[in-house]
């Protein structure tokens, strides 16, 4: 249960082969019947632009539609009529996978906050059943622009409250060497979220809920894909020469993610209570992530059942 996310964000140069076939085709193919994926490219601005958003992805998911996958695309226009906005929201709320695409940030927030406050007065809407799809269980991914969306606030806007489907997380986008200085500053800007800098080809997966003492729970899966091995795309692929997720304590300590680390998170209902936890792939020990140093704990259950 805990390791079958409902959120996942990331950056990428392309269709790397890993993360876009374990952690998201897979994740439709799974499904007895419903294997769908709605694809929104709303974050860019023209039409034309949109096709191509579109097609990066198409070529990719044509390569498992013998296998029944069924990729679907809807397009934003300024003519949408009341029925398309119906369509909207019955493909966004029945989708086993629905991703929103790259872009504009601010743009793709004022087309899907649009879908639902102009034809049915209700701004909200549209984040309202995103996080129908989370506790259903059905995966929502944010690709790049998309997975600003998908956090708690955006690292571009001090004031924009997102969809918050990754809970108290914020992403520096593309991240490489050099941009150290820019995720220092958004751990310091929201010192209650955790800052990490997401480079190309890697993710972080989420899911979250609640445990019978009232406690929310979360667990955070990191993803790197090592995969696409194209010689004219290694300077966009910065996970091929070794870089990580990176991430800033508020208070200037580091720590490193790689492929297969886990984070285990409790808060208590005020959030005066906040236990943070990493574990380590081929590695028996549970670190507590706020002293860095191994904690009494031996795995995810454990770390539930005495919270």
């Given amino acids: 249960m805990y390791l079958k996310p409902t959120a996942l964000i990331y950056s990428s140069h392309n269709r790397c082969e890993y993360l876009h076939r374990d952690w998201i085709v897979q994740r439709a193919l799974d499904h007895p019947s419903n294997k769908s994926i709605l694809y929104l490219p709303f974050g860019m601005q023209s039409r034309e632009s949109q096709d191509f958003s579109w097609?990066?992805?198409?070529?990719?998911?044509d390569r498992f539609s013998p296998f029944g996958l069924n990729a679907m695309v809807f397009f934003w226009s300024d003519n949408l009529s009341r029925h398309d906005a119906e369509i909207f929201f019955n493909v966004v709320e029945n989708s086993e996978v629905v991703i929103?695409?790259?872009?504009?940030?601010?743009?793709?927030?004022?087309r899907y906050d649009a879908m639902g406050g102009y034809f049915f007065d209700d701004y909200d809407r549209f984040k309202n059943y995103l996080h129908q799809r989370q506790n259903t269980g059905k995966l929502?991914?944010?690709f790049?622009?998309?997975?600003?969306?998908?956090?708690d606030v955006c690292a571009l806007d001090d004031y924009h409250r997102c969809y918050a489907l990754i809970h108290n997380v914020t992403t520096t986008l593309h991240y490489e060497g050099g941009r150290e200085a820019e995720l220092r500053n958004l751990a310091l800007r929201f010192p209650g979220h955790l800052a990490f800098g997401l480079p190309n080809d890697a993710g972080i997966a989420s899911n979250q809920g609640f445990l019978p003492s009232g406690n929310k729970w979360q667990v955070l899966q990191f993803i790197i894909d090592n995969s696409w091995d194209f010689p004219e795309d290694s300077f966009h692929i910065?996970?091929?020469?070794?870089?990580?997720?990176?991430?800033?304590?508020?208070?200037?300590?580091?720590?490193?993610?790689?492929?297969?680390?886990?984070m285990v998170r409790v808060f208590s209902p005020d959030y005066s209570y906040q236990g943070t936890w990493i574990i380590m792939p081929n590695n028996s020990t549970v670190f507590d992530y706020w002293s860095q140093s191994p904690s009494r704990f031996v795995n995810i259950d454990h770390v539930m059942a005495e919270h």
Avoid: M, P
């Avoid at 097609?55 to 998911?61: E, L, N, Q, V």
């Avoid at 872009?103 to 927030?109: H, N, R, T």
């Fill in 55 to 61: 097609d990066t992805f198409k070529w990719y998911f």
């Fill in 100 to 110: 929103l695409g790259g872009g504009e940030v601010d743009l793709g927030f004022e």
């Fill in 140 to 142: 929502t991914v944010g």
């Fill in 144 to 151: 790049s622009a998309g997975a600003a969306q998908l956090g």
């Fill in 238 to 262: 910065k996970t091929r020469q070794g870089i990580g997720i990176e991430h800033i304590y508020y208070d200037g300590r580091k720590w490193s993610f790689n492929g297969g680390d886990v």
